[in-house]
């Protein structure tokens, strides 16, 4: 048994030596598949990096931040006021950057096609990126006497808002040109959304609210530049309103989850795992991202 048993052995070394002097050239195209299915399956499943094209959510976002999306917490719960979505506007939304020419739109189509696969593509015109302001059966308008909001005739403090639109410029349904807007009850299934900067951003205020089953996913994390790495939390002040306000379309007694997401770590992982991986193949994890409508 002993001369059996050290034959084996002496086999399983040089598998070991024969793994670890894999050539290159057959090694590295083992890698850029499994980066590649990596990246897809986590692309399409769970997060999806985000590039901010616009002013319109500054200075939270900025322009050219990457952000990373979190795709299924919302197949677990409802929104919660105050977080960053991204979303897919309706018919209503107008898109805030240039569309492609229509010489171009076959190539640009196909280019997306492919691109939303590993996630570089360009965007199409109706991804958009705003902070949930009202819930289904909110009743928001503005002003109050200090020019803030007012959800449920409650007035909110908003410190991340930098750029307030104007208080002297009459209210016009069609731009959002001015602050003050009237009472808007926010629809069974829908939300209102703003940009954190009122000055540019156009929003719910004249476009409409969204449909909630037209979010993308939640905006959890700034990963792009590396100075600017940071978590996307919901504010104090919206926290404190959530405990005094359920959300009328919620279950009764529906308590907002606490934040972070429980699942932000379980999206993160596996993503620097596929960043890991795509390091080491020469892959550049940080260019799968698609380009939003802010």
């Known amino acids: 048994m002993e001369p059996m048993e050290g034959y084996r052995a002496s086999r399983r070394r040089r598998g070991v030596i024969r793994r670890k002097e ?6 590295l195209p083992l890698l850029l598949v499994v980066a590649f299915c990596l990246a897809v399956l986590i692309r399409t499943f769970l997060v999806q990096a985000f590039f901010i094209p616009s002013g319109s959510m500054e200075n939270t976002l900025l322009v050219g931040d990457r952000v990373l999306v ?26 805030e950057q240039p569309s492609t020419p229509i010489s171009n739109a076959f190539a640009a189509k196909l280019g997306r096609t492919i691109g939303d696969l590993v996630g570089v593509s360009r965007p199409g015109e109706r991804d958009f990126i705003k902070r949930v302001i009202g819930l289904p059966g909110d009743k928001v308008a503005c002003c109050d006497a200090k020019g803030r909001i007012t959800v449920n005739g409650e007035s909110i403090d908003e410190p991340y808002v930098q750029e307030n639109s104007s208080l002297d410029a009459p209210p016009n349904p069609k731009q959002c040109t001015s602050r003050r807007f009237a009472e808007v009850t926010v629809p ?32 959890f994390v700034v990963v792009w530049p590396s100075s600017r790495f940071t978590g996307l939390s ?5 926290k404190s309103f959530a405990a005094s306000h359920p959300v009328a379309a919620g279950p009764p007694g529906a308590v907002p989850p ?5 699942t932000t770590g379980a999206l993160i992982v596996p993503f620097l795992l596929t960043a890991g991986v795509s390091a080491r193949s020469g892959l550049p994890t940080m260019t799968r991202r698609r380009r939003l409508r802010s």
Not at 197 to 219: E, F, T, Y
Not at 258 to 262: Q, R
Request: net charge negative; aromatic share 8%.
């Open 22 to 27: 894999m050539p290159l050239w057959q090694e």
């Open 70 to 95: 979190n795709k299924v917490v919302y197949d677990m719960r409802d929104p919660v006021r105050g977080e960053i979505v991204v979303f897919r506007g309706t018919d209503n939304w107008a898109p």
């Open 188 to 219: 069974a299934g829908e939300m209102f959304v703003m940009g954190d900067h009122r000055l540019v951003s156009q929003d719910a205020r004249c476009q409409g609210p969204v449909p909630i089953k037209n979010i993308i996913g939640r905006a």
């Open 234 to 238: 919901v504010p104090d002040n919206w």
């Open 258 to 262: 606490s934040d972070p997401d429980p």
